[in-house]
């Protein structure tokens, strides 16, 4: 009966070295990537005429890729949701009064400099490094700050659920409104500049058609989305120290 | 044989990872594993997009380089790091209210104390 743990240790350590190195032997056999092919060389090349944006990462993700940018968001979502549903039962909830004075003042000084770099950062995804998925976590970032430092009854005053839900929403509308844009053009749905999206002037704020939009609906989407999950956690901490360590609530 | 060293720490991360997922028996040890998992793998679509000398694949930024790193593995990286922040958030919350409905994070007890 002791034996059974240690054989079963044995036997995963030796498959898990075997695998790894059967692994590493087929990373040593792959051809060397000084000279790219496919579709990465046609994004470096040609990432900038096609979609008038500088980022091609932000190209990928938003023009090339768009359909399974909006599927990864629909997971976000449907985290969301999961989490909501765990959490929602209980109804009211103690706030903690926060953290001490210095904490307080020192975040209530960095909370607009904290939005505006998460606002730039979403705002220009598409010219420099940045976008939507970015700007949206330190959006969340911001909420999960007040929500530590001034207790959650105070964050949830100033950014209610309700608010977090709609603006959620409107992000993932957002995004298919701008798709569905392209599938009435006769393009194909999250189409950018062959739907008839003006280009721009490469580098400019304004430019790249439908990227800056996109940007903004996954910004909404992903910093509505993470605020959301962390006050419901949170929430749930708040109500819990109520009962004794271990004890089963119902 | 420097070139590779980055997969190697891919290997270590990973082992780590599983070590954790196999023979820990608290539920938040579960948990870290499973997130490192999710890094080693970020980490290989890194590595894999990386070439020597490479740039960020920004043209703002870029420099007179014509060399850039891949961007699709760093594409597919940003998302991935989002929804695994998800996700383990989803794990966590189970993990709450497995807590609170048995009292305990051990996995043997918590298949003990079922019904």
């Known amino acids: 009966m002791n034996i059974r743990p240690f054989l079963f240790r044995i036997t995963a350590l030796f498959l898990c070295a075997f695998l790894g190195v059967m692994l590493f032997r087929g990373i040593a056999a792959m051809p060397p990537k000084e000279s790219v092919t496919g579709p990465a060389a046609h994004y470096l090349e040609r990432a900038s005429r096609e979609t008038g944006a500088r980022n091609v990462v932000g190209a990928i993700l938003f023009d090339y890729r768009a359909f399974d940018t909006l599927g990864e968001s629909t997971v976000i979502f449907t985290a969301v949701c999961g989490i909501s549903m765990l959490f929602s039962r209980r109804k009211f909830h103690r706030s903690s009064s926060g953290l001490s004075f210095i904490a307080k003042r020192g975040i209530g000084i960095m909370a607009p400099f904290l939005i505006m770099y998460a606002t730039v950062i979403i705002l220009f995804g598409h010219i420099s490094p940045g976008g939507g998925f970015q700007g949206g976590t330190i959006f969340a970032t911001v909420t999960v700050l007040l929500c530590v430092v001034f207790g959650s009854s105070f964050e949830s005053s100033y950014f209610p659920p309700k608010t977090k839900e709609s603006l959620e929403s409107g992000g993932a509308l957002l995004f298919c409104g701008i798709g569905l844009v392209g599938l009435a053009a006769g393009t194909g749905f999250l189409s950018n500049l062959s739907a008839g999206f003006p280009a721009g002037r490469e580098g400019s704020l304004l430019s790249a058609g439908t990227i800056p939009l996109l940007n903004i609906a996954v910004g909404m989407k992903v910093g509505a989305g993470l605020s959301a999950i962390f006050y419901s956690m949170i929430k749930m901490l708040d109500t819990t120290n109520d009962y004794r360590e271990g004890g089963p609530i119902r | 044989m420097t070139g590779n060293a980055p997969f190697l720490v891919v290997g270590i991360i990973f082992f780590l990872g ?6 820990e028996r608290n539920l938040i040890k579960i948990a870290i594993g499973i997130t490192l998992l999710e890094a080693s793998a970020n980490l ?37 790091i989002v929804i695994g922040l998800a996700t383990s958030a989803l794990l966590l919350s189970l993990i709450i209210l497995l807590y609170r409905h048995y009292g305990t994070l051990d996995v043997r007890e918590i298949r003990r104390l079922r019904g």
């Open chain 2, 18 to 23: 599983m070590y954790a997922i196999l023979f």
């Open chain 2, 44 to 80: 290989l679509l890194i590595v894999l997009g990386y070439r020597t000398g490479g740039s960020i694949p920004v043209y703002t930024l870029a420099g007179g380089t014509r060399t850039m790193v891949l961007p699709t593995p760093q594409a597919l990286t940003l998302t991935a």
